[in-house]
């Protein structure tokens, strides 16, 4: 009986799975070869379609089954504060395939056919054209507009590791998962307990391993090949198995770049010749960035206070700066986008004397506008904000207060706001901000340009980046202001200057803590993120009946000793300050957190050079060893340790109470700091790694061999 009920429980899931590619009827043909230009082949046997270039076979696919097939369907969504729930409802199903026609036109290969299935029917035309030695373009058209959904999947095999797709803050190789593609609140504890379960029961807001602020639709594999979807709808990535690589859209054609390359290094390198490169930071990024809010007062003696302990601090961030308000959820921010003269008097001179003393000041500004005050006032009268279904502004219940969310297909709406980000921050002084959310864009929302928000939604992070980088552009700072973007999609990398890893917990959470945020990263920037950071000590902080959320001076101290190795160094307070330890609570932290800050500035040439790297190339500044050494079967899914550059291995703490770390070193010989010992690579090691003196290794015989470990002389152990 038992038997019996769970055959019927899952049956529809595997008729659905089975469905989806029903069978194929193809032309008989002999096995024919069509030449593309550029030394690519396409080659067409009766039991699959390939495509060779010059550096090997890029894409290949079964015509013993069907590869591709669409549908008709509609989301039913869920939404709560930028955690959507969503189900596919299909309606009708095109799941038999045939092929009526392939060949040779205008240089480009082209084949044609129809899908059909039950009440459904549409032709279709799949046309690939080589773009280079290493690249093909290919576009899926599906004739029938009432069809929203594409399917299609390609060869892979149980060897094939896979990464990237953005931001994954819980999976570097993507082997065996799959992933869905939208971009959201990234959830509190996505999996890690009891977290998870009480942000579900109480807010729907638990999110899981794959929930992220910036999903992104490129990927690429250790088969040094690599596919870029330009399709903006919610997607499924499916490498769930060993033979074939499966993907979803839920919308009507496909529009593919993809491209055969030697390494890893070389992929990247060519997908962010075409998708964009972050720029240079501005020189004073590179030291210690203080995140501390509190009024004018307040701010002025912890920077006094963290100086006089030898912290380099060249930045101030004060997400305060528009005033600050108490909520169920913590202490948040007024968002009215102007100056909060009460908290920081006469806030334009106040900028101006710390910037004699070399501090920098940034603040914080979101796409969003609180429901009071003569600029959401402005902006209703104008009809800058997201329309519901009734016409009506789409106001959204944020955290802890409701909220209008600005309308970036209106081009009013955008040269309004430029104009509020050109007047009120840059023209009061500010060196840059955070530029918060992006991702809270309700599906059913009415937009200015009538494009379907379901087609939109992931496009408006980026286009949120885009409207601050032409801010600061129009205002004539390039290269001297810098925002830093926490969600985003396809492009994000050619309009944001720097990105930081979001709110993850106060916690040494596997899924949203500070090993997520180092995934994160270390996924994002196989994904064109290449200059990104996370908050030191993270921001999530939960009281709670089954267990508090509250960061310790030990999570404190060993997430800045993580992110001494990244390029930009920042506090945060989290949302409940007087709850988290932070880097004034104590003498002992002042101290070891301006040792710090005097560790990260050492690297800052170093840095430097990695940032010029990055952009000129786009690979990464914190990068996987797989990056570096994809030959070697140990590093594909190492996933706690990374390269920062070629050079400087690090294999951070990430536990509670640990004091050694265990970890691989690839080939080469590798020196370790503190210690002077060498090691010839190829290994595993068990590292001591007390408070402060974190396991890294300097690569010898390197480029920055020398210079690195000069830098880190100051640093050592006093015998």
């Known amino acids: 009986m038992r038997f019996f009920f769970i055959t019927l429980t899952l049956l529809p899931f595997l008729f659905n799975c089975q469905s989806r590619f029903q069978k194929i009827t193809q032309l008989s043909s002999p096995p024919k070869e069509f030449d593309l230009g550029n030394g690519v082949k396409a080659i067409y046997l009766p039991s699959e379609l390939s495509f060779i270039t010059s550096k090997g076979k890029l894409l290949e696919f079964s015509l013993k089954d069907p590869f591709l097939s669409a549908a008709k369907g509609e989301q039913i969504v869920g939404f709560r504060k930028a955690t959507f729930k969503i189900k596919d409802k299909i309606l009708s199903e095109c799941n038999e395939q045939s092929i009526e026609s392939f060949g040779l036109e205008k240089g480009a290969f082209s084949l044609n056919g129809k899908l059909i299935g039950g009440g459904c029917s549409t032709d279709y035309s799949i046309r690939f054209v080589s773009t280079s030695q ?32 953005g931001e994954q803050f819980s999976h570097l190789n993507l082997k065996g998962k799959k992933p869905f593609l939208f971009s959201e609140e990234q959830g509190v504890g996505r999996g890690d307990q009891p977290i998870t379960w009480g942000a579900e029961l109480l807010e729907g807001a638990g999110g899981n391993e794959y929930s992220t602020y910036t999903p992104i639709p490129f990927f690429l594999t250790s088969k040094n090949r690599a596919f870029f979807f330009e399709n903006s709808s919610y997607s499924v990535f499916d490498f769930e198995e060993d033979s074939e690589i499966s993907v979803e859209f839920r919308e009507r054609g496909l529009s593919v770049r993809s491209w055969k390359s030697t390494s890893p290094k070389e992929i990247l390198k060519l997908y962010t010749s075409y998708t964009g490169r972050f720029p240079s930071l501005p020189d004073w990024a590179y030291g210690t960035w203080l995140g501390i809010q509190g009024g004018k007062q307040v701010v002025l003696e912890r920077i006094e206070e963290a100086k006089k302990a030898g912290n380099p601090i060249t930045v101030l961030w004060i997400q305060d700066w528009v005033g600050q308000r108490k909520t169920v959820f913590g202490s948040q921010l007024w968002w009215k986008w102007l100056p909060d003269e009460n908290r920081y008097p006469d806030f334009k001179n106040f900028v101006k004397e710390l910037n004699k003393q070399n501090v920098q000041v940034l603040g914080y500004i979101n796409p969003m506008l609180a429901t009071e005050g003569p600029m959401f006032e402005d902006a209703v009268k104008n009809n800058y904000l997201v329309k519901d279904k009734e016409g009506k502004d789409y106001i959204v219940q944020t955290a802890g207060f409701p909220a209008g969310l600005l309308d970036l297909t209106n081009p009013k709406a955008r040269v309004w706001i430029k104009t509020i980000i050109k007047q009120n921050l840059i023209g009061n002084g500010l060196s840059g901000w955070m530029a918060d959310f992006g991702e809270w864009l309700p599906m059913d929302a009415v937009l200015f340009s009538k494009e379907s ?9 980026v286009e949120w980046a885009r409207l601050n980088r032409e801010a600061i552009q129009e205002a004539g700072k390039e290269g001297q202001v810098v925002f830093f973007s926490r969600a985003g999609y396809s492009y994000s990398n050619k309009y944001s200057t720097s990105f930081w890893a979001g709110d993850q917990m106060v916690s040494w959470g596997r899924h949203d803590g500070i090993v997520s945020s180092l995934i994160g990263i270390l996924s994002g920037g196989l994904s064109g993120i290449s200059l990104n950071h996370s908050d030191i000590g993270g921001y999530t902080t939960i009281p709670s009946p089954i267990r508090d959320y509250f960061r310790s001076k030990e999570l404190f101290l060993r997430w800045a000793e993580l992110n001494v190795f990244s390029p930009i160094f920042r506090t945060h307070e989290g ?12 003498p002992e932290t002042i101290q070891e957190f301006a040792r710090y800050g005097k560790m990260h500035l050492a690297l800052k040439e170093y840095l430097k050079f990695l940032n010029k790297e990055a952009t000129e190339t786009g690979l990464p500044i914190l990068r996987p060893l797989y990056l570096s050494y994809p030959e070697d079967s140990n590093t594909k899914d190492l996933q706690t340790q990374f390269l920062l550059g070629e050079d400087l291995l690090v294999i951070p703490v990430l536990e509670k109470r640990e004091t050694s770390v265990h970890g691989y070193l690839p080939k080469g010989e590798w020196e370790h700091v503190w210690t002077g010992q060498t090691f010839v690579g190829g290994v595993w090691l068990e590292t001591e790694a007390p408070l402060g003196y974190p396991a890294i290794y300097l690569k010898k015989k390197s480029a920055w061999y020398e ?3 000069s830098s880190f002389l100051p640093f050592q152990k006093t015998k």
């Open 134 to 165: 290493s690249g093909l373009d290919w576009n899926v058209e599906i004739s029938n507009p009432e069809l929203n959904r594409t399917y299609i999947r390609f060869k892979s095999d149980e060897s094939e590791n896979i990464y990237g797709l």
């Open 453 to 461: 928000a379901e087609l939109y939604h992931n496009k408006y992070p």
């Open 575 to 586: 949302n409940r300050p007087a709850k988290n330890h932070q880097p004034y609570s104590d």
């Open 707 to 709: 210079k690195l470990k």
